[in-house]
């Protein structure tokens, strides 16, 4: 049957077209559905964002560098026939050096003292002559560089009650290497008090790692913050797409 324009259709037999019978929707059901859609969407977000994040953290490569300070002598005594010395401690350190670089300060030797002299007659130091000795070695054990010695002398006076210890170092305090990326600088000096005193002395050492030079260009390589937001946005615009789609 044909029908002209302007002509009505009464009832769904006149224009030869069937239609299945009308079921309310069940409103909690649809709830269901909807809740799993979202949970698969959650799950596939966070799914992406760990992997993101592993990658992320796994392009700074790490290695473990080994620090040791041996001193001499281990015990620095006062001048003459004197009862009094400074001890010198021997340092290890450990370092989770990455290619992004870092700073630590650390002891190169703590320092402590022993004396039975009285505080009348204390024992004196001048110019009493030690040095430190770094070595550094990767996890290995292989060396990384030749031993690097620092000297100084300490001038002063020592006794069981009163220790007045001043430090002059005699070597460069600072030392550069692999092209300035590594700088080990000896310092700053801090006197120990008497024999049996709360206060350990030492001789603390900064160590400065530069980071791999030049970074990335950023338009090649898109920080890792960078990286997961846009990687956000692609998975929002897929879903946003798969709902419009399976309600058009």
Same mark, same amino acid.
């Given at each position: 049957?044909?029908?002209?324009?302007?002509?009505?259709?009464?009832?769904?037999?006149?224009?030869?077209?069937?239609?299945?019978?009308?079921?309310?929707?069940?409103?909690?059901? =649809?709830?269901?559905?909807?809740?799993?859609?979202?949970?698969?969407?959650?799950?596939?977000?966070?799914?992406?964002?760990?992997?993101?994040?592993?990658?992320?953290?796994?392009?700074?490569?790490?290695?473990?560098?080994?620090?040791?300070?041996?001193?001499?002598?281990?015990?620095?005594?006062?001048?003459?026939?004197?009862?009094?010395?400074?001890?010198?401690?021997?340092?290890?350190?450990?370092?989770?050096?990455?290619?992004?670089?870092?700073?630590?300060? %650390?002891?190169?030797?703590?320092?402590?003292?022993?004396?039975?002299?009285?505080?009348?007659?204390?024992?004196?130091?001048?110019?009493?002559?030690? =040095?430190?000795?770094?070595?550094?070695?990767?996890?290995?054990?292989?060396?990384?560089?030749?031993?690097?010695?620092?000297?100084?002398?300490?001038?002063?006076?020592?006794?069981?009650?009163?220790?007045?210890?001043?430090?002059?170092?005699?070597?460069?305090?600072?030392?550069?290497?692999?092209?300035?990326?590594?700088? &080990?600088?000896?310092?700053?000096?801090?006197?120990?008090?008497?024999?049996?005193?709360?206060?350990?002395?030492? %001789?603390?050492?900064? &160590? &400065?790692?530069?980071?791999?030079?030049?970074?990335?260009?950023?338009?090649?390589?898109?920080?890792?913050?960078?990286?997961?937001?846009?990687?956000?946005?692609?998975?929002?615009?897929?879903?946003?797409?798969?709902?419009?789609?399976?309600?058009?």
């Amino acid at each position: 049957m044909l029908f002209q324009p302007g002509s009505s259709i009464d009832t769904k037999e006149q224009a030869g077209l069937s239609y299945p019978p009308f079921r309310p929707q069940n409103e909690g059901s =649809s709830k269901r559905r909807c809740s799993l859609r979202m949970k698969r969407f959650l799950t596939l977000v966070l799914s992406g964002l760990v992997g993101l994040l592993w990658v992320a953290g796994s392009s700074a490569r790490a290695e473990m560098i080994h620090f040791s300070w041996v001193p001499d002598p281990v015990m620095l005594r006062a001048d003459g026939p004197g009862s009094s010395a400074v001890i010198f401690s021997h340092v290890q350190a450990n370092f989770n050096v990455t290619n992004m670089g870092g700073t630590w300060t %650390i002891p190169a030797t703590e320092l402590r003292t022993v004396s039975s002299t009285s505080a009348a007659h204390p024992d004196t130091f001048i110019n009493r002559p030690y =040095s430190l000795t770094l070595t550094i070695t990767d996890n290995h054990h292989q060396s990384l560089l030749p031993p690097i010695t620092f000297t100084g002398v300490l001038n002063g006076t020592l006794s069981r009650d009163n220790a007045q210890l001043s430090n002059t170092f005699t070597s460069p305090q600072t030392r550069r290497f692999f092209d300035g990326n590594l700088t &080990v600088t000896i310092g700053p000096y801090n006197p120990p008090g008497p024999p049996g005193h709360h206060r350990t002395g030492s %001789i603390d050492a900064k &160590v &400065v790692v530069i980071g791999e030079q030049p970074p990335p260009p950023v338009s090649n390589v898109p920080e890792p913050s960078a990286l997961a937001l846009s990687s956000l946005g692609g998975v929002l615009l897929g879903w946003k797409a798969w709902r419009k789609r399976r309600h058009g």
